[in-house]
């Protein structure tokens, strides 16, 4: 079982990053999807989450209305595209499966927004 994230690094403020999360092992789809961030000093946080289908969505306040998650099953991915990205948005992120009390995490992936 396997959650690997790539797409993060180095960007500017105001720019975007796509992130991926590709999963091995394990069939996504009976899984609700989450992204989470934990910036140096600070405490994990939950970013975006998606339901199985994607028909439900629920996002941080601190990135509502710049971040969107989406997902495709048939491909066992899950994704958060990221826009309008802000010094704040500095983190390791990682993505999360969870399915009635079995929670897979990736390895997490570098996001720097700086000019």
């Known amino acids: 079982v396997q959650l690997v994230e790539s797409g993060g690094g180095l960007v500017q403020p105001g720019g975007s990053l796509r992130l991926s999360c590709a999963a091995s092992?394990?069939?996504?789809?009976?899984?609700?999807l989450s992204w989470y961030r934990q910036a140096p000093g600070k405490e994990r946080e939950l970013v975006a989450g998606?339901?199985?289908?994607?028909?439900?969505?629920n996002y941080a306040d601190s990135v509502k209305g710049r971040f969107t998650i989406s997902r495709d099953n048939a491909g066992n991915t899950v994704y958060l595209q990221m826009n309008s990205l802000k010094s704040e948005d500095t983190a390791v992120y990682y993505c999360?499966?969870?399915?009635?009390?079995?929670?897979?995490w990736g390895q997490g992936t570098q996001v720097t927004v700086s000019s």
């Open positions: 998606i339901n199985s289908a994607g028909g439900s969505t």
């Open positions: 092992g394990f069939a996504v789809s009976s899984y609700v």
């Open positions: 999360v499966a969870d399915r009635r009390g079995i929670r897979y």
